[in-house]
């Protein structure tokens, strides 16, 4: 940063002053005809050109390195934050906020980085030209100052303006970037129930506002690019005039006529380069204040002092609720509101505050590291990165465990029918499949996790019945030994279970085997037999 803004300074700055040399060369040599003293300004000239070139650079090179390092930095900061807020994301952020900063934001507060070296350089060639014209003549030194300061002043409620437009067309970018999110994620449901046009037209909408706050911003710019390209011009014709006045009188002679002619219409760059970096700059602060509300989040903190995990095959129990996940058994949670068992698994996976304990230790207390080697909460719809096929299901573990997990999760010929087999490339959500074959692969992905205990969300809500049936027998198979819950109100999961837990009003109301419980209580007959339908 240091060396970015020196070398801005000498290249930027240095610029204007670079016709001081003419005044020695046409005054000194010209004027007199001495040709050592033309000779020896005009090659002062070319060095000093030389080092401006030279500065440029180094400053140039200095300046992309910071842009790239900024963007980096600011990258690896909010997706530390992510991945601290995990699944706390979700109910804090929304997810069109998560994505701006993303693919907008954090590209904003690199070329506004980017910005601070021009801008630092052409505020040093304006003082250079100032102190140069004055020494010149007060005259001409007054009027760049007084013409600089009165840009500052019109220019101040302008970029104000700026500001303020520019920050609410980040809002508008935010919220149609979540109604795309909706949209995308949503759109065979919608197709399904009619409702594609009507998400449409609220697009269109969204999108209209999106425009017009697109316009708002138009007109500060506008403005702002005038001034860039009006105001040097201008102050070039006032400095000519009262220099030209100056020579007739002979307060200044034909060199320093020269030299301010050259000052002033170096001004025009710096000027122009300054008004647009501005822009950027405000920009880039609007963007900060994003990623900083981004990183603002609250956060659950991290148990300073963790205490050791219990033996392996402890059991994982959950006072809330009263659901106690046995080690070694196959446990099937039965609900009516699938969104209970889901805050259950959550606490006992220690996603949410709460008592749960894995053996007698708390689950909040333990290293959080150690929980999630030990306890995996796997959720039906849980996101699918890109990549390929065996890179989704365990990128580090090599084909012959995929292997085994897509087999135990009954998706061999999922993979069978791809061009490449485990090698296929899957863009993101995997969206070329459906929603059957991407549960299927979600599942193996948690089986090749092969956790102590694990907890699955509705595995098989999506397959068909001979499918589930599959893979009910061979998840049995593959987890024998290890504790496994599964939400479902499906028969072929209740009747292979070891044990059955009845779930009515987010507490554990009932616990045995399916056949018990549908003999004992009713309303977990009527929910698992749907005769309530």
């Known amino acids: 940063m240091a060396a970015a803004l020196l070398t801005s300074g000498i290249a930027l700055g240095g610029l204007p002053v670079l016709p001081f040399f003419l005044t020695g060369a046409v005054d000194n040599g010209l004027r007199r005809q001495d040709w050592s003293a033309l000779t020896a300004w005009s090659l002062a000239l070319v060095g000093a050109g030389f080092v401006a070139a030279v500065a440029i650079i180094l400053s140039h090179r200095l300046t992309v390195y910071w842009r790239m390092d900024a963007s980096y930095r600011t990258l690896q900061l909010a997706t530390r934050k992510v991945n601290r807020l995990g699944d706390e994301l979700r109910r804090q952020v929304t997810t069109g906020s998560v994505v701006s900063v ?22 040093i060639g304006l003082i250079a030209v100032g102190i140069l014209l004055f020494n010149t003549s007060v005259a001409l030194g007054l009027t ?10 019109v220019t101040g409620p302008v970029l104000t303006r700026l500001q303020d437009r520019q920050e609410a067309y980040r809002e508008r970018v935010g919220d149609i970037t979540d109604r795309a999110s909706d949209i995308v994620s949503g759109l065979r449901v919608l197709r399904g129930i009619g409702g594609e046009a009507r998400f449409n037209a609220s697009y269109r909408r969204d999108s209209d506002a999106l425009r017009s706050a697109g316009y708002k911003v138009a007109g500060p710019t506008a403005w702002l690019n005038a001034l860039g390209e009006g105001t040097p011009a201008i102050l070039l014709g006032v400095v000519i005039w009262i220099a030209g006045r100056q020579v007739a009188s002979g307060d200044l002679t034909p060199g320093q006529m020269v030299a301010a002619f050259g000052y002033t219409g170096a001004l025009m760059l710096p000027v122009h380069w300054l008004i647009g970096c501005t822009y950027r700059i405000i920009e880039g602060r609007v963007a900060a204040g994003k990623v900083c509300e981004l990183l603002a989040v609250p956060e659950r903190s991290a148990e300073t002092a963790p205490l050791p ?3 392996p095959g402890a059991e994982l129990h959950d006072p809330e609720s009263g659901l106690t996940v046995a080690g070694g058994e196959l446990l099937a949670v039965a609900s009516s509101d699938s969104e209970q068992v889901a805050a259950v698994f959550d606490r006992l996976g220690g996603y949410t505050a709460s008592e749960a304990r894995l053996g007698d230790v708390p689950v909040t207390r333990l290293d959080r590291d150690e929980l999630r080697r030990r306890v995996l909460v796997a959720e039906h719809d ?13 990128a580090r573990d090599g084909h012959d465990r995929v292997e085994a997990a897509v087999e135990a999760a009954s998706a061999s010929d999922v993979v069978e029918a791809l061009p490449r087999g485990l090698d296929t490339e899957l863009d993101n959500q995997a969206r070329t ?9 979600r599942l193996a992905r948690a089986l090749a996790a092969d956790p102590e205990t694990l907890l699955l969300h509705e595995p098989t809500s999506a397959v068909d019945s001979h499918t589930e049936a599959r893979i009910v027998d061979r998840l049995a198979e593959a987890r024998d030994g290890r504790a496994t819950a599964v939400a479902t109100t499906s028969p072929l999961w209740l009747g292979r279970a070891d044990r059955v837990a009845f779930v009515h009003g987010g507490k554990v109301v ?8 549908a003999a004992a209580h009713p309303e977990y007959r009527a929910l698992v037999t749907r005769e309530a339908e």
């Open 382 to 394: 849980a996101y699918l990165f890109a990549g390929t096929v065996a890179a989704a299901v365990a």
């Open 309 to 311: 995990g219990p033996r």
């Open 144 to 153: 760049i100052f007084i013409g600089v300061f009165i840009v500052g002043v």
């Open 102 to 123: 993303g693919a907008t934001d954090i590209n904003r507060i690199a070329w506004a980085v980017d910005s601070l070296s021009p801008t630092a350089g052409c505020l």
């Open 433 to 441: 499949l459906s929603g059957g074959q991407r549960q299927r692969l």
């Open 510 to 517: 009932a616990t045995g085997s399916h056949h018990d419980l």
